[in-house]
């Protein structure tokens, strides 16, 4: 038993060291490569904005031209309280993507999550009503797109709202307006367009691949047109895995959002390798469980702690490849294509929607070694 544990470290350290050495051997940028086809994007932290992280700022810089503020930007950052206003590492982040000529995306003004309650609710814990709702909104939106107008390129606007059946989710904003999300979203992008004139104007969301998801997607940017509301465009997270989308699923979606005329960013993408999640997305915390940390359930859900094995380590960058595949074909329809993070260390794979595991999302090791995907992605363009 301890010898086959001993030769199973082994084979997991011979697996680390094989992707190392092909890494080394990479040469090339992701951003010059896709010049002229799409940008390539992360995004980024506080520390790497700030050169705390050498290695990983060697990486963006050589491989990226667009950034995003991982969380920076959000409500519950920039204005965790009634009276409190944190520009610091907003402005950090600005300045970061101005200095080094990268295009930004602002993340993001209007979302039921990581917002604080106060946006909703009067402090003794009443609702406000609709006009003291729609002035937060605007005050807000006036007070922190117009902080940076003229210096971000772009803002997720209104960031999933839209539910896997095409509703409006009940949550957040749309459960303060009573249910009527697409008064939320008119809103939004009305106030956007009057204080970031200059910038697109994005709604971003997962499982846009989803028929249903899409139609509501689809149905909500057709109101805003007729209603003369500026969109410019809609990010297609790819918080996606292993097994999942299809690749028909993937094409409907860029083909039919950009046949209304929009554009396209593939915002966030991770491939989950882990089980039940490279299958499909947990939607919310129901996962978060502590049975789910029990020793027997980890064994199965968090496999990898030691290493990817090779043959998914394949997988993987088949995966990676594939899709690139995809963009690189749709790539007049596509202006970026941008990860959700640098190197599988800090993704928030390893804690969501299972706290504690082990993933592998990403396109660098956790050493930042290069995995064998980036060489292919390297090779497709013509
Ligand atoms: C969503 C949000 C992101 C981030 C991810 C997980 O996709 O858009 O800001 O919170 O979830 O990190």
């Known amino acids: ?10 084979a997991s350290l011979l697996v680390i060291s094989s992707c190392e050495q092909s890494s080394k051997e990479v040469s090339g940028s992701l951003k010059d490569c896709y010049k002229d086809s ?13 050169g705390r992280c050498p290695e990983d700022e060697e990486i963006l810089l050589r491989h990226f031209n667009a950034i995003t503020a991982e969380n920076d930007m959000k409500t519950e950052s920039i204005h965790p309280k009634p009276d409190v206003w944190n520009f610091k590492r907003s402005d950090e982040f600005v300045q970061f993507g101005l200095d080094n000529d990268m295009w930004k995306l602002g993340h993001a003004l209007v979302w039921h999550n990581q917002t604080p309650s106060f946006f909703w609710f009067h402090e003794d814990g009443t609702p406000k009503t609709k006009p003291e709702l729609i002035e937060t909104m605007r005050s807000y939106i006036e007070t922190v797109a117009g902080r940076y107008a003229g210096k971000i390129d772009a803002w997720d606007v209104v960031i999933e709202i839209i539910g896997e059946q095409g509703e409006y989710r009940n949550l957040g904003w749309v459960k303060a307006f009573d249910g009527d999300g697409y008064e939320v979203v008119k809103n939004a992008f009305t106030f956007a367009s009057q204080y970031a004139p200059e910038a697109e104007l994005y709604y971003s969301d997962f499982n846009v691949w989803r028929r249903s998801h899409l139609d509501g997607i689809v149905a909500m940017v057709k109101r805003l047109k007729k209603d003369g509301v500026r969109i410019d465009g809609v990010g297609i997270q790819g918080h996606w895995g292993l097994n999942y989308p299809s690749a028909q699923d993937i094409e409907h979606a860029i083909d039919t959002l950009s046949s209304l005329g929009l554009k396209i960013s593939i915002s966030e993408l991770d491939i989950d390798v882990l089980p039940l999640t490279k299958e499909g997305q947990v939607i919310g915390k129901c996962l978060q469980e502590a049975q789910f940390q029990l020793e027997e359930f980890k064994a199965y859900l968090d496999p990898y702690r030691d290493g990817l094995p090779q043959d998914v380590a394949k997988e993987l960058d088949a995966r990676y490849e594939e899709l690139f595949r995809i963009f690189y074909k749709h790539r007049s329809q596509i202006e970026r294509v941008s990860f959700w993070g640098l190197t599988d260390e800090k993704s928030w794979k390893n804690g969501y929607p299972i706290p504690n595991r082990t993933n592998y999302p990403l396109l660098f090791n956790r050493d930042h070694s290069a995995k064998p995907a980036l060489k292919a992605l390297l090779t497709i363009p013509e």
Do not use: A, E, P, Q
């Open 1 to 10: 038993m301890k010898r086959l544990k001993y030769l199973s470290i082994i």
């Open 38 to 50: 799409f940008l390539i994007g992360t995004c980024v932290d506080n520390h790497l904005v700030n």
